[in-house]
């Protein structure tokens, strides 16, 4: 897959609240919850002048009253609204490389996982604890969450008949995107983060998912050791401008 078609099929996965389409860029609105959803993708050639476009998403964001946040991939079209706003100020940060890993070869030693196909309240009430979001960011979390309801994945761990860990996948034909992997805190170093992962891809494999993509911030070592570890490759970078 080339590297906007991914770009694509990720917002899709994770969908925002509203979109909206202006000269090839793709305009994203989630009430400010998670960039990815609230942000700028300017994805394919513009026909309007950049400094145009600039102060229509600009008027628009501000309306809306969002933060003006761009996100940028490694591609030709990209780079030239990159340097752009470089110029304008706008600062690079948070990067992130998106992995990928082929499942054709998935054999791992299954441990005790639980999956639940479709909203599942128990993995829903603990993430939103663990990462305390307040109750606007709930909302529409879980809004989002049903937006792919059917095609989304939960996959979690007990201890104690306790939930410790989590992870979603959401499929799309022969593909899987992976989000919201977490671990409580008190169970970290465990190796609970891997035998989630692997929990999710032999799933995914039952229904002759080939391929799956995540991603990871370039500071999270310990992520990036992890999906090495596994067999996720470096497919592209991306970083946001705001």
């Given at each position: 897959?080339?590297?906007?078609?991914?770009?694509?099929?990720?917002?899709?996965?994770?969908?925002?609240?509203?979109?909206?389409?202006?000269?090839?860029?793709?305009?994203?609105?989630?009430?400010?919850?998670?960039?990815?959803?609230?942000?700028?993708?300017?994805?394919?050639?513009?026909?309007?002048?950049?400094?145009?476009?600039?102060?229509?998403?600009?008027?628009?964001?501000?309306?809306?009253?969002?933060?003006?946040?761009?996100?940028?991939?490694?591609?030709e079209v990209s780079i030239v609204v990159d340097e752009f706003l470089k110029n304008k100020g706008l600062e690079k940060?948070?990067?992130?490389?998106?992995?990928?890993?082929?499942?054709?070869?998935?054999?791992?030693?299954?441990?005790?996982?639980?999956?639940?196909?479709?909203?599942?309240?128990?993995?829903?009430?603990?993430?939103?604890?663990?990462?305390?979001?307040?109750?606007?960011?709930?909302?529409?979390?879980?809004?989002?969450?049903?937006?792919?309801?059917?095609?989304?994945?939960?996959?979690?761990?007990?201890?104690?008949?306790?939930?410790?860990?989590?992870?979603?996948?959401?499929?799309?034909?022969?593909?899987?995107?992976?989000?919201?992997?977490?671990?409580k805190d008190t169970y970290r170093k465990k190796g609970y983060a891997t035998e989630i992962l692997e929990g999710l891809?032999?799933?995914?494999?039952?229904?002759?998912?080939?391929?799956?993509?995540?991603?990871?911030?370039?500071?999270?070592?310990?992520?990036?050791?992890?999906?090495?570890?596994?067999?996720?490759?470096?497919?592209?970078?991306?970083?946001?401008?705001?």
């Amino acid at each position: 897959m080339e590297i906007r078609d991914i770009e694509l099929m990720l917002m899709r996965t994770w969908p925002a609240l509203d979109e909206k389409i202006y000269d090839g860029w793709i305009l994203r609105f989630s009430g400010g919850y998670t960039k990815r959803s609230n942000c700028i993708n300017p994805l394919y050639e513009s026909y309007f002048e950049l400094e145009e476009k600039y102060e229509y998403c600009k008027k628009i964001y501000e309306e809306k009253k969002l933060p003006i946040v761009y996100k940028i991939i490694d591609t030709e079209v990209s780079i030239v609204v990159d340097e752009f706003l470089k110029n304008k100020g706008l600062e690079k940060r948070d990067m992130v490389t998106v992995k990928e890993i082929e499942l054709t070869n998935v054999n791992y030693n299954l441990k005790n996982i639980n999956v639940s196909w479709g909203f599942n309240k128990e993995w829903y009430d603990f993430y939103v604890k663990e990462n305390k979001l307040n109750k606007q960011e709930e909302n529409i979390f879980k809004e989002l969450l049903q937006k792919n309801d059917k095609n989304n994945m939960y996959v979690y761990k007990l201890e104690e008949n306790e939930i410790i860990a989590v992870a979603m996948g959401v499929v799309e034909k022969n593909k899987i995107g992976i989000f919201n992997v977490y671990v409580k805190d008190t169970y970290r170093k465990k190796g609970y983060a891997t035998e989630i992962l692997e929990g999710l891809l032999v799933e995914a494999r039952k229904i002759n998912v080939e391929k799956a993509y995540l991603q990871v911030m370039e500071t999270n070592e310990k992520a990036i050791k992890l999906y090495k570890k596994m067999g996720f490759v470096p497919k592209y970078r991306t970083w946001y401008r705001y």
